[in-house]
């Protein structure tokens, strides 16, 4: 199945592919007026569509059924990691993780953080291509960097949500996080900077109502580590899929 990606898709309706979108349709797949090809808007539903304006820069689709649609009990997971001092490990990151399945990722700025500040624009590019890859209808929301101790206040608690902060203090207690996670839950992880967080973030996170976890016994690269998260959340709760 080849899938395309338009935010502004809907049942019944027209909607125009974005340059990107159009170009692969028409030019690379070389699609024409009545081919049909699947559309996904992003948020978990899935259309049957027909092409009835092939354009290279500005391709027309007409909906013409309904696929499939996202169950609103879906859990989700929110990656919370600091951006590493060389990009292209954060490239590989929101690729392997939205292929995984992911519903958020927040750029952390840490004490020890390596990189401070990195452009979202290119992570989305690469989470949307990711997205039709692995033939998922959920775009992830990539949120822009922001310092720890401002956005964790911020966390929503609830019954449906757990909280995890995967730190490196082997002195302190932690759960596995295999053990710790719950199926059926949301979750939001935690994944510090090479140099790990301060012991002023981590008790800031705990006050917060994040629980302390681990991730094995192996010392883990930043991106190897949020993705280590991303993969057992999705081995606990892929029975709900």
């Given amino acids: 199945m080849q899938l395309f990606y338009c935010k502004d898709i809907a049942p019944g309706g027209y909607a125009t592919l974005e340059g990107e979108e159009s170009r692969h349709a028409v030019r690379v797949m070389r699609l024409r007026e009545g081919d049909e090809i699947n559309v996904t808007d ?9 092409i009835v304006g092939a354009d290279d820069r500005a391709c027309v689709v007409e909906t013409v059924d309904t696929l499939s649609t996202l169950h609103a009990s879906h859990s989700t997971l929110h990656i919370a990691v600091a951006p590493t001092k060389n990009p292209s490990r954060m490239e590989w990151l929101v690729e392997k993780a939205v292929e995984i399945g992911v519903g958020e990722m927040t750029l952390l700025d840490c004490d020890h953080s390596e990189r401070s500040f990195l452009k979202t624009d290119r992570l989305e590019k690469i989470a949307v291509s990711a997205m039709k890859q692995s033939l998922h209808t959920v775009l992830p929301t990539i949120h822009p960097s922001v310092k720890l101790s401002d956005w964790l ?13 995967a730190h490196c203090e082997a002195d302190q207690p932690r759960t596995p996080l295999r053990e710790a996670l719950e199926g059926g839950r949301n979750a939001v992880v935690l994944i510090g900077p090479e140099g790990d967080f301060s012991a002023e973030e981590i008790a800031l996170a705990t006050e917060c109502g994040f629980r302390p976890v681990s991730l094995g016994p192996s010392r883990l690269r930043t991106e190897t580590a949020a993705l280590y998260a991303c993969c057992a959340f999705n081995l606990v709760n892929d029975y709900e899929q």
């Fill in 42 to 50: 992003g948020r978990g539903h899935l259309y049957g569509c027909r």
């Fill in 153 to 165: 206040p911020t966390v929503q608690a609830g019954p449906l949500v757990q909280k995890f902060i």
